[in-house]
């Protein structure tokens, strides 16, 4: 989030100065290439359907490097304990399987059901409001369980979910709302692009730290943020010693225990918000093996599991089949997740344990004989922040708070979506404000704005 805004900010001709503590920029985003496989430690690949995600990675000069998800992939569901196909046109979906002729009437029906009036409802009781049982045990539980490690039964739908509490509120329907968008060609017709890089996503990450008027210092740790008059006091301390800078405007990326820590001399219950927001671990296992042990077909992006599959994992993508170039020729490359809001202990599990366990499950379902020869797991012990309760009145709050202390921002994961296409279109619109308020403030001056780090 810290380098997207950068990044804006730094394209709109403003000078930027980014403090990382790590020694790589990008945060958890991290490319490995070992043994002919390319993994990703956390995110694989960016799900787009927002113009200014196209514009910066042209700009950036990523336009060539570009790779793009084939579209004859068919997507799977775990139905019955087999993987099951599902289909993409409205018609075959509702002569699939996959629910049951009840559950099809009642998603036919869902034009008449009244908008919701709780504020903070749950995935679970939106879904199961507008669109049945079922369509939440097959569709959106795999979604917020593998995606995005939560538990739809406490994430806040209009969090979680804000295009679909979106289509309610403006339209009372669903349906309607989907069909009115795509008369009036709306957000690109709701078609998403899929797509890498031929690097991997490190790639996206030193291209944008690469800009000319961003100055990148790694392995800087702040430790102080302190208002000073009318500006911001930043303190921090790299290999060399102690670093400090003051400045009109300073963006918290950091995730959210450690911002807490940050402003706590500033605000004590902005703190305490930050402080109260939840986490859930997750491990992410990379499976090489050679593709003739794998009987079946490979022929979609993957699966992800509900809870009611009983499966020790969230979802499996078949990454190499996704992008080529992630697994040597004859081999391929299976990308797991485990742990989450359900199965927090997980993370704890040995090295060996977490492969047995994923295998006793992928070998019915994708035939598989024999061992791997690639493995590799990359855990996040507070991976993923949850949407729980009343999220949005939580962020509601912070914003209250932060409207305290003008210059100050937090832009970070726990804000607005943890996806990559969120994070760049979040910092975006936070590098619009702050260039709006500089020009009223520094109407004919020269702008140096540096920003706190971005983890």
């Known amino acids: 989030s810290g380098l997207s805004t950068a990044w804006w900010l730094a394209h709109q001709g403003i000078a930027v100065e980014v403090w990382e503590a790590r020694e790589l920029p990008g945060g958890k985003i991290r490319t490995t290439q070992e043994g002919g496989y390319l993994t990703e430690r956390a995110a694989g690949l960016l799900v787009n359907f927002r113009d200014e995600i196209d514009q910066m990675i042209i700009e950036a000069g990523l336009g060539d490097e570009r790779r793009e998800r084939p579209n004859e992939l068919n997507r799977y569901v775990i139905h019955e304990g087999r993987l099951t196909k599902i289909p993409m046109l409205l018609p075959k979906l509702l002569a699939s399987p996959l629910w049951s002729l009840p559950a099809k009437l009642r998603l036919m029906g869902e034009i008449a059901i009244p908008r919701g009036t709780q504020p903070d409802e749950s995935v679970s009781s939106f879904i199961r409001r507008r669109l049945g049982q079922e369509v939440l045990d097959t569709a959106i539980d795999p979604f917020v369980t593998g995606t995005l490690a939560s538990d739809p039964d406490k994430a806040e739908a209009r969090s979680v979910l804000p295009r679909l509490t979106t289509l309610e509120q403006r339209y009372g329907s669903l349906t309607l709302g989907m069909l009115i ?268 704005l540096r920003l706190a780090p971005a983890r």
Request: hydrophobic content about 35%; some cysteine; charged content about 20%.
């Open 181 to 448: 968008n795509r008369i009036l060609k709306r957000r690109r017709a709701n078609k998403a692009d899929t797509f890498s890089f031929g690097g991997g996503m490190s790639q996206l990450i030193q291209a944008v730290s690469d800009h000319s008027n961003i100055t990148l210092r790694c392995g800087v740790a702040v430790k102080t943020v302190l208002k000073e008059h009318e500006q911001w006091l930043v303190q921090g301390c790299d290999r060399q010693g102690q670093l400090q800078r003051t400045v009109p405007h300073v963006v918290v990326s950091t995730p959210a225990y450690i911002s807490a820590g940050l402003v706590q001399g500033i605000d004590e219950r902005l703190s305490k918000l930050l402080s109260e927001i939840e986490y859930a671990p997750v491990a992410v296992l990379h499976l090489g093996m050679s593709r003739s042990a794998i009987q079946h077909p490979l022929d979609g992006t993957g699966f992800l599991a509900s809870r009611q599959c009983g499966l020790a994992f969230n979802g499996n993508l078949w990454m190499s089949r996704l992008f080529p170039e992630r697994a040597p020729l004859g081999h391929t490359l299976l990308t797991s997740y485990l742990g989450g809001a359900h199965r927090p202990e997980q993370i704890e599990l040995s090295d060996r344990k977490l492969s047995d366990t994923l295998l006793e499950g992928l070998t019915p379902l994708l035939g598989i004989k024999g061992e791997p020869d690639y493995f590799r797991i990359d855990r996040h012990f507070r991976g993923l922040p949850l949407y729980h309760g009343a999220y949005q009145a939580r962020m509601e709050q912070i914003d209250t708070r932060l409207g305290q202390h003008p210059g100050l921002y937090l832009n970070a994961n726990y804000r607005d979506g943890v996806s990559l296409r969120e994070r760049i279109y979040q910092g975006k619109c936070l590098a619009d404000r702050i260039v709006a308020k500089l020009a009223v403030e520094q109407p004919e001056k020269a702008i140096d």
